[in-house]
């Protein structure tokens, strides 16, 4: 039976019924049908470009801990957006991005802005890519991108809606249904897991990211100190899982085969839950696993435990696993674990620019507060960052999962708007290299634009430092377009809105952090600091 309601109509009824009247966008000419008379009760977070846009949404799900919806302009929007689609992908991120296309009687012809392989394109870096086959079709493909997006495991979606949809009458009232988006374990493989975890004599585990993600941090640390295992984390952590501080945590594991194989030596079981066996990037040759080490993984991502090269998988949510096992295990509590090795060298923190990353981090540590989520792009400090700044507390560290660099700016963004979406009061620090911060550095006006509370430090050591590291270990020297000379951070940022300021002495940087801390919206802080060498073995 048809409604005397239009697609637009009853398209926005669901929308505020499945709670997305946060709109993340850039608006082009194929999207102005879906945005026009936008309701009152909706937000429209303009970001300047689409790869921004993308991870702005990325943040604020992962703060709200809910789906988030991008509008972004058709194949050339799209094809802006594809980096940042990579991150939400890994990440997990439920997003459902729609898209402009033209016109239903045009698109044959293949008219300027169209897309003509409208479903192919975002692949594979989406769950569900779809264009419904007629207008009336628009609200119900909603309610299955919701759907899809939030399944386990979550990603994102892709809806690619012609512009002249909006207009046609509706069939109805969508109908708004429910679906679990997590997945209970196997009992009788559980108990399999807990015994054998019970059996070993030397037992470790490895947290990832999808324990911070699905809330099972406190349930985790219970785990290990049950188990009285040491725990580690996957290299190149994009959620911290387990608090950096602990008596059990030993650190993260290298990124090499031959380097987590070193690593685990001398354990006969390694428990990886909630991550993929494991990040591997560098190739340096090896053996996956040490002999007479058995390995078991926990994860909600059947691909994980596909692409797993070793060890024997379980498929379920880790929250659900983790408080199930828990109760599992027995109680090896009073097991001897010897600590982390720890830094002995001191930091010198009276010097001036440029400045060590162990110095910067070492102030930070000072005026930081633990609750404050830290979202770090600054790959080659990440060694100083967990030495000096250790992540203590649930959904308080945010990183790429993708490996490709701009998604910390933006994603600081989304952040700090999630937390004022839920009433949560706090600041969002983002420690972002100078090299990371051009790449997405007009995010940081739709901050200013909403007077978010984020201090942003750029660490301005004039180069790529994480690539050079990499031209050392790959063995190609004279690799060009390396270096970074000639950028005013400061001045850019002040061009956007933004309150900027130089410092050169730890105790400027200091000063200006606890300032930023009083400002009406954003600061970005640039920091000179010298080039490090990183260990990626």
Known sequence: ???????????????????????????????????????????????????????????????????????????????????????????????????????????????????????????????WAYEPKRAEDVPAAFMRAYTVARQSPSGPVYLSIPLDDWEKPALGPVVIRTASHRVGPDARRLRGFAERINAAQRPALVFGPEVDRSGAWDVAVAVAEKAGAPVYAGALPDRVSFPEDHRLYQGQLPMTVAGVTETLRGYDLVVVIGAQVFRYYPYVAGEYLPEGTELLQITCDPHLAATAPVGDSLIADTLLALEQLVDLIEDHSDRSVPPAPAASDAVDL?????????????????????????????????????????????????????GGIGWGVPAAVGIALGDRARGVKRTVVATIGDGSFEYSVQAIYTAAQHRLPIVFIVMRNGEYSILKSFAVLEQTPGVPGLDLPGLDIASIAEGFGCRSVNVDTTEKLAAEFTAALQADGPTVIVVPTSPISTHLG
């Not at 850039?26 to 991870?55: C, H, I, M, R, W």
């Not at 989520?373 to 990440?382: D, M, N």
Request: charged share 15%.
């Open 350 to 402: 009276t010097g001036s620019a440029p400045l060590t990353p162990d110095a910067v981090w070492s102030t930070l540590s000072s005026v930081k507060h633990a609750d404050w989520p830290l979202v770090t792009e600054s790959t080659s400090t990440l060694a100083q960052q967990v030495r000096f700044l250790p992540t203590t507390r649930p959904g308080a560290f945010y990183a790429t999962p993708s």
């Open 1 to 127: 039976m048809s409604d005397t309601r239009t697609v637009h109509e009853v398209t926005y009824d669901l929308l505020r019924a499945l709670g997305l009247t946060t709109v993340f966008g850039n608006p082009g000419s194929t999207e102005q049908t879906f945005l026009k008379n936008f309701p009152d009760d909706f937000t429209y977070v303009l970001g300047l470009q689409e790869a921004s846009v993308v991870a702005m949404a990325d943040g604020f799900a992962q703060s709200t801990g809910k789906p988030a919806l991008v509008n972004i302009h058709t194949a050339a929007g799209t094809g802006n957006a594809m980096g940042s689609l990579v991150a939400a992908y890994k990440g997990n991120t439920p997003l459902i991005v729609t898209a402009g296309q033209q016109t239903r009687e045009m698109v044959l012809c293949e008219p300027y802005l169209s897309n003509p392989d409208e479903t192919v394109f975002p692949r594979p870096w989406v769950k």
